[in-house]
């Protein structure tokens, strides 16, 4: 039986029908009889409901116009009137429906159909009047860890003492039977707050300073100058955001320019501590160094319409900052929580000029989509202002006080990082409730009251009981039988134990993979005292330059001499418009953009004698074009150039600065072999100096510096720099096209064959046997006690020091040598954070 109030509740198409269904006698007698039970509608008819029906029909759906909200709804039915009368369950479209006697038309559409027994209870429960409860309401409930809420601190007690979050916990662990377990021992908490906020193994002499301090805060004394390690706590926390922003240095889309890094801006959020309101504004309302981020991925070739830029940005957005998974509800309404596809294109629209067209599926539906923010109630974005207007509306709707998901999102990530489970699981279901509620609320109004400083909040994490109470098993539990008792047993990331391996053998990356500034977070002048101890001038050949030059190409030259080739040598420069940069014939920099210097390690370019540099430096048309060889050169108004550069060559404690000034020689006139080591220009005349460093129209200000600051970890590159390889690939680093909350903390296959017969693995302990080797050890005890020391932060026990002494033999060899490092390494004290 086909009639437009079954094409009503089934595809959500008004229509008009009768009230009820006209069986006939046949039909009527293939009904399942009625339960000839009393129904109780909480026991037997509510689960029903939720399992099949209010997904459609219930929570504020109402495909047809039928909602199940409450019994008044109900009774109301579609857009054709009731579903159902009491008393007359034969006459119901709800029971031909939920039978099956059209198998065209059955409810539910999706899932598994009602048992006989169930269409049984349900025609008895009409039967017997529809009881149903005033208390029981399918109403989709108010959003949960959305607005505000102050919470007042328990009294200070004996076992809580004056710390908040360990008032906040006490009532919690009095309702569940728990006496907190005194703290961990020195040397246990001060490896695992290490590792946690600069994400490096506790030096072996700061350690036991730390041990051997008396005075009674000193825990709270290393978190905060730890904390202070603004280069350190950068490096480690880069890798926490680059998960989640989707920020990488290689993979899909950077060739082709279909994503951008936002590298330089994190890395100078991170180590500057920006607020974190500010540091989502600048995300959500990019500027150039942060537009990468609300970007996404440009993919090639034909995609589904739920991975377009717009949505991406939707998407990654609501999961990063709001704790709310889009992605299902981008092709359809969502089958896993209540987002529909309208919320998601309705945040999507915020990033186009036009409003979108929803396609549900990949299929257009030929409905423009409203645009709005997830939840209207925060504010209202306008759908017919500017791409910019609704991005800055975006930006503010985001960080306003009233939107207190924002923090309670940010504090519930901080305490899965710290203590290995959430407040709040999942971490990106922001919806589901608190474990402790007044702990997730106070943490999130005590960040917005104190700035939005995320180091005060990890500060306050770090330095409770709770954070310091022995680190249990997390195991698989569920959330609704999780009982919080401590902090989890956690793995090392895999960042994190490549640089512990550095740290414990001395081996590192060369250099990082994108340019970074190391001098966010430091004064000018300690900086300039460091990098740039010599003045830097701007050259050209012609004084005036700075306001007005010829577009035409200058070649420039610096001769110098060195006893020796120096262990360090990086140069850093830059010009308007643009330079090529040879040293001994080498070519080792090009640039085009004066605002971003270029770094090179130019080491391996030098000789002992005499050595130059020769530069090719271009100043560009007034149409930004380089100046062609064969033409004369173009004059024009307001056409400034320059040519900066400063190298630092290091031998010991010997440092050599080079830099441009009027020392260096010029000619406009290019010559065969012009960049070699023993060409000698004819006819050359002195360069002029025509600005200091931060001089109009170049205000170059810190850049140099901060270009030249990658000196700085040369050669002690940590892993958080550089892209994956297969060792961190194994051990849990994704690939980030896709944003990453969490990353798995079960031990894998791939992780056991990478451990045990990994290609790189082998190769950093063949050179870190050498490194061991070099530093040399007067006997095999003390070769193995700095090992253990540098490692785990503790002597050897008498049986692993036997062991060991034995594994080395009389005469340690290289591979002696491997096997001990590799024996440590593998040893979960080692690998896991307590």
Request: hydrophobic letters at 40%; a negative charge.
């Amino acid at each position: 039986m086909k009639n437009a109030f079954i094409l009503t509740l089934v595809l959500g198409f008004a229509g008009t029908a009768p009230a009820l269904a006209r069986l006939t006698p046949e039909q009527v007698a293939a009904l399942p009889p009625a339960a000839e039970v009393t129904v109780d509608f909480a026991r037997d008819i509510k689960p029903v409901f939720d399992a099949s029906c209010v997904k459609c029909h219930g929570r504020g759906a109402a495909k047809g116009g039928f909602s199940l909200d409450s019994r008044e709804t109900f009774l109301q039915g579609g857009d054709s009137g009731p579903a159902a009368e009491p008393g007359r369950s034969a006459e119901s479209l709800l029971i031909e429906l939920v039978s099956g006697l059209d198998p065209d038309n059955v409810m539910p559409v999706k899932g598994s159909r009602l048992t006989v027994g169930q269409v049984g209870l349900f025609r008895a429960w009409i039967d017997q009047g529809l009881v149903w409860p005033a208390e029981v309401s399918f109403v989709k409930p108010p959003a949960l860890n959305l607005h505000p809420r102050e919470v007042s601190l328990p009294p200070v007690s004996e076992i809580a003492g004056n710390h908040p979050v360990d008032r906040l916990l006490q009532p919690y662990f009095q309702e569940h039977g728990i006496r907190p377990a005194a703290p961990v021992e020195d040397r246990g908490f001060a490896r695992r707050v290490y590792l946690d906020t600069i994400g490096l193994l506790p030096p072996p002499e700061e350690l036991a300073a730390f041990e051997e301090d008396s005075r009674p805060d000193k825990r709270q004394r290393l978190v905060e100058r730890l904390l202070a390690e603004n280069q350190r706590y950068a490096e480690h926390w880069l890798t926490f955001w680059n998960d989640l922003l989707r920020n990488d240095y290689e993979g899909t889309g950077y060739i082709d320019g279909g994503r951008k890094q936002i590298t330089g801006w994190l890395h100078a959020a991170l180590a500057e501590n920006k607020p974190f309101d500010r540091f989502v504004a600048e995300l959500v309302n990019p500027t150039e160094g942060t537009e990468g981020f609300v970007k996404g991925i440009v993919w090639r070739g034909r995609i589904n319409s739920s991975q377009t830029p717009p949505m991406q940005a939707a998407q990654n957005i609501s999961q990063v900052f709001m704790g709310v998974n889009l992605k299902c509800a981008s092709c359809h309404d969502s089958l896993i929580n209540d987002w529909k596809l309208a919320d998601a294109y309705g945040m999507a629209g915020i990033y186009t000029d036009e409003p979108l067209e929803m396609v549900r599926c990949d299929k257009p539906t030929g409905r423009k989509a409203e645009t709005r923010f997830l939840y209207p109630e925060l504010g209202e974005i306008p759908t017919d202002a500017p791409q910019a207007e609704k991005r800055r509306r975006l930006a503010e709707i985001l960080t306003s006080k009233q939107n207190g998901r924002l923090t309670r999102t940010l504090v519930n990530r901080l305490w899965e990082k710290f203590m290995g489970r959430g407040l709040v699981e999942p971490v990106d279901d922001m919806e589901q409730p608190a474990w402790c509620p007044d702990l997730l609320d106070w943490l999130a109004e005590d960040l917005a009251a104190h700035g939005y400083d995320l180091k005060h909040t990890m500060q306050v994490i770090l330095t409770s009981r709770a954070y310091q109470m022995p680190a249990v098993s997390l195991g698989e539990q569920k959330q609704s039988d999780f009982v919080f008792n401590g902090p989890g047993v956690r793995r090392m990331s895999a960042e994190q134990f490549r640089d512990a391996f550095g740290t414990v053998a001395g081996v590192w990356f060369e250099s990082p993979a994108a340019q970074f500034d190391l001098t966010a977070g430091r004064s000018v002048e300690e900086v300039d005292a460091e990098l740039l101890p010599r003045p830097v001038k701007w050259i050209w050949s012609d004084a005036g330059a700075a306001q007005k030059a010829l577009a035409e190409t200058v070649y420039l030259w610096k001769r110098f001499s060195l006893e020796t080739v120096p262990e360090e040598a990086f140069v850093a420069a830059t010009c308007d418009n643009s330079f090529t940069l040879y040293v001994n014939g080498n070519k080792v920099l090009t640039g085009s953009d004066f605002n971003q210097p270029r770094f090179a390690d130019i080491r391996s370019r030098l000789r002992p004698g005499e050595n130059v540099f020769a530069v090719a430096a271009v100043n560009h048309t007034p149409g930004n074009q380089p100046p062609a060889e064969d033409q004369p050169a173009v004059e024009a108004d307001a056409n400034p150039a320059g040519f900066l550069l400063y190298a630092r060559l290091r031998q010991g404690r010997q440092v050599l600065d080079l830099g441009t000034d009027a020392t260096w020689v010029c000619s406009k006139t290019k010559a065969d072999h012009w960049e070699q080591r023993d060409f000698t220009p004819a006819n050359a005349t002195a360069a002029v100096e025509v600005g200091e460093r931060s001089a109009a129209p170049w205000n170059l200000g810190d850049r140099l510096a901060g270009t030249l600051s990658v000196a700085l970890i040369h050669g002690e590159v940590r892993a958080s720099f550089v892209p994956a390889d297969p060792l961190t690939t194994a051990l849990g680093r994704p690939n980030r096209e896709q944003v990453n909350t969490t990353r798995p903390s079960t031990a894998t296959t791939l992780q056991a064959l990478e451990l045990t017969n990994g290609g790189t693995l082998n190769g950093l302990l063949q050179e870190a046997a050498k490194h061991v080797l070099a530093e040399g050890a007067a006997s095999n005890n003390e070769l193995v006690s700095r090992l253990y020391a540098s490692a785990l932060g503790r002597p050897p026990t008498p049986n692993e020091a036997a062991l060991a002494d034995e594994l080395l033999g009389t005469s340690p060899g290289k591979e002696q040598v491997e096997d001990l490092l590799w024996a440590v390494l593998m040893l979960p004290e080692f690998q896991m954070i307590y």
